[in-house]
């Protein structure tokens, strides 16, 4: 009898897929304990690697994690419903609502590691926010925790001609934040556009979202509009792909 596809898989990916299943039918919940390499290798009469590899697949897909001394465990963390276009509707900022507010419910959403700074504006930013020679912008860099799980780390870079002695300027840019002060200034934000990319992380962003060197990436750079077509805000995110579910929902 000729071997099926499934059977000429590496011995770890079967084991892998056998926990997932697992996994996904609730023999396994969110925070249990899921076999350990010394169960694994009995049970299927691997080595030591093997089960290490099976094990490491599920760490990476973000769908379980390691805990110091205590073994490997179902991922407990509820993955982030981001919902593109109602969280930047005038009715979110515009009320003095956080855009996040639309999505966390009544989730603890904490943003640390801030920085505000003003800064030469890179090439692809210079060119994007139609800045003259030498022009300079004003860098917010914050980091969003959910639930104490970093989930986003965002840069955003904003003409300093525009924002100067905003609170835009300051760590808390206020109700309804950036946006809000935007409009206050004369510049509401008319449109957005949302490009999507995905990749593996760097060293540094692995740190920073405390997630394993195998977990994807996924990338969105927001440009924000004014009146007339003028760009006045550029934010390049970093999210843990693990923790979200992009939701976009719009009538036809």
């Not at 276009?85 to 979110?92: A, E």
């Not at 927001?222 to 992009?246: C, H, K, Q, W």
């Amino acid at each position: 009898m000729a071997n099926t596809d499934d059977d000429r898989r590496p011995k770890y990916q079967r084991i892998a897929d056998s926990l997932r299943e697992a996994i996904q039918s609730g023999e396994y919940g969110p925070g249990d304990r899921l076999p350990g390499e010394n169960e694994l290798m009995a049970a299927h009469g691997v080595a030591r690697m093997t089960a290490r590899q099976a094990l490491s697949v599920l760490r990476d897909e973000g769908v379980a994690e390691a805990r110091k001394g205590a073994g490997v465990f179902v991922r407990a963390f509820r993955p982030l419903r981001r919902r593109g276009i109602q969280r930047l509707s005038q009715q979110q900022w515009g009320s003095g609502r956080s855009i996040w507010s639309a999505d966390i419910e009544n989730r603890a959403l904490e943003v640390d590691q801030v920085a505000v700074s003003e800064e030469a504006a890179p090439d692809r930013i210079s060119a994007v926010l139609d800045l003259a020679d030498g022009e300079t912008v004003c860098v917010r860099r914050r980091r969003f925790v959910l639930e104490g799980k970093p989930v986003l780390l965002a840069t955003s870079y904003l003409p300093t001609s525009v924002v100067a002695g905003s609170a835009i300027t300051q760590e808390d840019t206020g109700p309804g934040g950036t946006y809000a002060r935007l409009a206050e200034l004369g510049y509401k934000p008319v449109h957005f556009r949302e490009e999507i990319r995905s990749r593996m992380p760097s060293k540094d962003e692995a740190a920073q979202l405390s997630i394993s060197a195998g977990t994807p990436v996924i990338l969105i750079c927001r440009t924000a509009f004014a009146d007339e077509g003028r760009p006045v805000e550029i934010n390049e995110m970093t999210l843990d792909a693990a923790s979200y579910i992009l939701e976009y929902d719009f009538d036809a």
